[in-house]
């Protein structure tokens, strides 16, 4: 697999993440969640999708000719 490629998904991956860890801090240090343990409820569930993002999100597979072009170099 072309090291591009891998490489703007690895970078997509890591916007997203932080994107949403960014919206999720910025929601439990507002005044909308009040009590610490609500807080730390915002952050514990701010963690999962992330986490499980990075896990799961695979590149896509190389086509027949990507894998004929590699081939070939």
Same mark, same amino acid.
């Given at each position: ?15 997203? /993440?932080?994107?949403?860890? $960014? ?9 909308? +969640?009040?009590?610490?343990? %609500? ?6 569930? /701010?963690?999962?999708?992330? $986490? ?9 597979? +190389?086509?027949?000719?990507? %894998? ?6």
């Amino acid at each position: 697999m072309p090291y591009a490629r891998r490489m703007r998904i690895d970078t997509m991956k890591m916007a997203l /993440g932080s994107a949403w860890l $960014v919206g999720l801090g910025a929601l439990a240090l507002s005044n909308l +969640v009040t009590s610490t343990s %609500s807080r730390v409820l915002v952050f514990g569930f /701010g963690l999962v999708p992330p $986490v499980i993002m990075w896990m799961f999100w695979a590149p896509p597979t +190389v086509s027949l000719s990507e %894998s004929i072009n590699k081939a070939r170099d």
